[in-house]
């Protein structure tokens, strides 16, 4: 280790429910890598499920490894070859690495059609932060390719550029929805549902928001306290999920079309088109035979009853996009799917999406600092993966901060 470095101090994952925090040795930067003094680290649902179960599908804990994946610090060492970062430079750090990095471990393509094709998420020979076997960045010091490294804009906290990575997952759903950067869409104009109001559920909405100002949002959930915060980020309506409705599925696309009647209703009334008004508070009160639905659902909770409410929801024609990983077999309602031609498409982390979240966030076009209810040392890391794995307190997002 260089002598004018500090320890290493990692909290390192042995075994399901084996955290342990202490020294850890220091990374060197190999050609076209950058050695990083971190400054921040979200904590992510999938750290707590390694931390819980070991596993998570094929990606099984094998050997001790250190956790966290949503990070950001300053860059201390510069490998051979890296040219367009200095040391000194405040970076945030998109975690997955494919096979086309030149700072990759990979000596040849990884086959992946589609990761050839530019879609690097799907990469077949992805290394990916906290991701068995490869080592996460929750340390004093971490290792990582150069090119998957991005120089923050002014103004921009570590904090907020640790948060690029859960941004990073709503940019690319609503792009696999279809819609582009002026608010047009493959699926034509309409409103957009989001089902779950947990951490990606409300980056996504913050994303559609400040990207599609014209499109109504939607978000649902169990939690009445999750989507007030929802509201306070700009949701234009919020269904409140009763697992003990027996309308199932259907009720929760009922709710979603009588709250968009009624902002229609109210937007009528503010434009002050009285006959207008007057028919949608008469859509508001009896909704239509057949309901138009909305253009894009995005289902951001992994619960089966939230998948099957998303195809509900959506209109003839529209897009259901996956982005919540639940229990490995889910069963969806293919006919209600069939009879309307939803496409349903799946999400599967992100591809060339943190410059875009550098600008979002940069250009104040949203703001993620609402979303942090908790903040930890990395001293403190077991009591943060705690208090994500219990749900407790109002938590949305927790940091481990190293300031």
Do not use: W
Request: charged share 15%.
């Amino acid at each position: 280790m260089p002598s004018d470095l500090g320890p290493n101090v990692a909290a390192v994952l042995h075994g399901p429910g084996d955290l342990r925090v202490g020294s850890h040795p220091t990374p060197d930067p190999g050609p076209h890598q950058v050695l990083i003094a971190v400054s921040a680290v979200g904590i992510c649902g999938s750290d707590v499920h390694y931390l819980t179960h070991g596993r998570i599908g094929p990606f099984v804990l094998r050997a001790p490894m250190v956790l966290g994946h949503e990070a950001a610090g300053v860059v201390v060492r510069l490998g051979a070859g890296v040219t367009h970062l200095a040391v000194g430079d405040q970076v945030a750090i998109e975690p997955g690495v494919p096979c086309s990095s030149a700072g990759s471990l990979s000596s040849s393509h990884c086959g992946v059609a589609a990761c050839a094709a530019g879609r690097y998420n799907l990469c077949g020979d992805m290394r990916f932060c906290a991701t068995p076997p490869v080592d996460g960045s929750l340390a004093t010091y971490y290792v990582h390719a150069a090119d998957f490294v991005y120089r923050l804009p002014a103004g921009v906290s570590m904090e907020d550029a640790a948060l690029f990575e859960p941004l990073s997952v709503g940019i690319h759903a609503l792009r696999r929805a279809g819609l582009d950067d002026d608010g047009a869409a493959a699926t034509g104009p309409g409103d957009v549902y989001v089902g779950g109001a947990g951490p990606i559920g409300l980056v996504t909405l913050l994303v559609a928001k400040a990207k599609y100002p014209t499109r109504r949002v939607v978000v649902a959930d169990v939690d009445a306290g999750r989507l007030a915060l929802a509201t306070e980020l700009g949701a234009d309506a919020t269904v409140v999920v009763d697992v003990a409705d027996d309308r199932g599925a259907a009720g929760v696309a009922a709710d979603v079309t009588a709250a968009l009647c009624r902002l229609i209703a109210a937007a009528a009334d503010d434009a002050g088109t009285s006959e207008a008004s007057g028919a949608a508070a008469a859509t508001a009160a009896a909704p239509p035979r057949h309901p138009p639905g909305v253009a894009v659902a995005v289902e951001c909770s992994g619960a089966a009853s939230s998948v099957a409410a998303c195809v509900a929801a959506v209109r003839p024609g529209g897009v259901v996009v996956v982005v919540g990983m639940g229990a490995p077999v889910v069963g969806v309602p293919l006919v209600d799917a069939g009879v309307k031609e939803i496409d349903l498409r799946g999400v599967f982390r992100y591809a060339d999406t943190y410059g875009e979240a550098a600008a979002l966030v940069g250009e104040g076009r949203l703001s993620l600092r609402r979303l942090v209810t908790h903040r930890y040392r990395l001293a403190d890391a077991a009591k943060a993966f705690e208090t994500v794995r219990l749900g407790r307190d109002g938590v949305i997002k927790v940091v481990i901060d190293y300031a």
